[in-house]
Nanobody, 115 residues
Framework: QVRLVESGGDLVQPGGSLRLSCTVSGITFSIYTMGWYRQIPGKERELVASISSGGRTTYADSVKGRVTISRENVKNTVYLQMSRLKPEDTAVYFC?????????WGQGTQVTVSS
């Protein structure tokens, strides 16, 4: 059974930092592209950042320079380090494992940026 478990979501003040983690089991983690997405109620889920099996990263324009995605294959874990957080970063953050013709999603973790 494939499981993706996100953690690290929290309430944080504007300008603050947060690190999200997503631990994966049930697949050979190292060969999959991993992505972080976020969703606000009433809006479509959007890509925040992704990292390929080879370590190539992509970022949404809205988070470039403030977010870093990384992976630790020995721990089957992908991270999203976020800094200089803004209220508009408030969302449920999901991780996704992508393979050829198949994807798996976690249940999400809530990030709220508010004073």
């Amino acid at each position: 059974q494939v499981r993706l478990v996100e953690s690290g979501g929290d309430l944080v003040q504007p300008g603050g930092s947060l690190r999200l983690s997503c631990t994966v089991s049930g697949i050979t983690f190292s060969i999959y592209t991993m992505g972080w997405y976020r969703q606000i109620p009433g809006k479509e889920r959007e890509l925040v950042a992704s990292i390929s099996s080879g370590g190539r990263t992509t970022y949404a324009d809205s988070v470039k320079g403030r977010v870093t995605i990384s992976r630790e294959n020995v721990k089957n874990t992908v991270y999203l380090q976020m800094s200089r957080l803004k209220p508009e970063d408030t969302a449920v953050y999901f991780c996704k494992a992508s393979g050829t013709g198949i994807n798996w999603w976690g249940q999400g973790t809530q990030v709220t940026v508010s004073s």
